[in-house]
């Protein structure tokens, strides 16, 4: 079936450093992207997302870049903070009637002091 | 403004015992998710419902495995006769019929221990 998966099981940076988390996509259909942060113990917070119609969306602090051609997603964390600490998923929606969100296994982002 | 609130925060079971899971959506919001995650991997979609209906069941198990969401009070996510690998933590989402695609907000869990 589909699946979405990530480069990197763990990311450590330094505090101040900016930081990429990388995801690769197989579902040439989806239509919908989220990145999710997920502090132990707590659900999955919404970070940013993207619609497939757009290739760059910047928030606060956080830009997600999405390369259909190679179906890669990516988000970009400047100036990382020790709050910034935490897992990171990616999540797509497949396109047409799909509903539900399915996500990769997550990357461990750890910031150094 | 309550986000979407799932309780209890942490159920223990023994092998054999039914677990039920509750999730109430943020106000406004009638579409709930549930969503299954084991140690160290990814959420797994498991079924999608609106008030009264299920939509998708297509990730939920066929046995044992059932979700409701009534017109009154909260989404169910209920296991029968659970097996030791049936823990997990459990996550509900919600999401509003205005939202389009967006807005899918989740609660903080139900960490499923079978003992």
């Known amino acids: 079936g589909e699946s979405v998966g990530l480069h990197l099981p763990t990311l450590s940076v330094q505090e101040g450093d900016n930081s990429i988390i990388n995801c690769a996509y197989s579902?040439?259909?989806?239509?919908?992207f989220i990145w999710y942060k997920q502090e132990s113990g707590k659900g999955p917070q919404f970070i940013i997302d993207?619609?497939?119609?757009?290739d760059k969306r910047q928030g606060q602090r956080v830009t997600v870049l999405l390369n259909k051609t190679v179906k890669h997603l990516s988000l970009q964390i400047a100036a990382t903070q020790p709050g910034d600490s935490a897992v990171y998923f990616c999540?797509?929606?497949?396109?047409?009637?799909?509903?539900?969100?399915?996500f990769g296994s997550g990357t461990q982002l750890t910031v150094l002091p | 403004n309550a986000g979407v609130m799932q309780n209890p925060r942490h159920l223990v079971r023994r092998r054999g015992q039914e677990a039920r899971l509750r999730c109430s959506p943020m106000?406004?919001?009638?579409?709930v998710y549930w969503y299954r995650q084991l140690p160290e991997e990814g959420l797994k979609f498991m079924v999608y419902?609106?008030?009264?209906?299920?939509?998708?069941e297509s990730g939920m198990p066929k046995e044992r495995f059932s979700a409701e969401f009534p017109k009154e009070g909260p989404s169910i996510l209920r296991i029968q006769q659970v097996v030791r690998g049936d823990s997990a933590a459990y996550f509900c989402?919600?999401?509003?019929?205005?939202?389009?695609?967006?807005?899918?907000?989740f609660g903080s869990g139900t960490r499923l221990t079978v003992v």
């Open positions: 989402a919600s999401k509003s019929v205005a939202g389009g695609d967006y807005g899918y907000t």
């Open positions: 579902n040439s259909a989806s239509d919908y």
């Open positions: 993207i619609r497939s119609n757009m």
């Open positions: 999540a797509e929606k497949g396109g047409g009637s799909a509903r539900q969100l399915t």
């Open positions: 106000k406004g919001h009638s579409h």
């Open positions: 419902l609106q008030k009264e209906n299920i939509i998708d």
